[in-house]
């Protein structure tokens, strides 16, 4: 399973982006796809996650200002981040977990897309 993220950039704080991350290959059935983001310095933390029933889960730090999203169809998660903050910077990886064509258990990660949101 490959996962190709795009989005990210530098933006003004107030500002919004759009992430977006298509999974490819020997997908089989995701389950969860979701984002993440590291900061300089620090650990790789939770962003937002969705279920292939749309269930999501947001860090507190984000509920109200971003909005995770999917299109099961196409195997694409995408997350709308408005209002940003400075602290919002950080590069953000999507994640998908899910099961392949012979029933295996998959946990795969994208390679990461820049945000920088300057004050």
């Known amino acids: 399973v490959q996962l190709q993220a795009s989005g990210g950039g530098l933006m003004q704080a107030g500002g919004s982006l759009r992430l977006s991350c298509a999974a490819s290959g020997s997908i089989g059935s995701i389950n969860v796809m979701g984002w993440y983001r590291q900061a300089p310095g620090n650990e790789r933390e939770l962003v937002a996650t969705?279920?292939?029933?749309?269930?999501?889960n947001y860090a507190d730090s984000v509920k109200g200002r971003f909005t995770i999203s999917r299109d099961n169809a196409k195997n694409i998660v995408y997350l709308q981040m408005n209002t940003l903050k400075p602290e919002d910077t950080g590069v953000y990886y999507c994640?998908?977990?899910?099961?392949?064509?012979?029933?295996?258990?998959?946990?795969?990660w994208g390679q990461g897309t820049q945000v920088t949101v300057s004050s």
């Open positions: 969705i279920t292939n029933g749309h269930s999501t």
């Open positions: 994640n998908a977990e899910g099961w392949s064509m012979n029933g295996s258990r998959y946990n795969y």
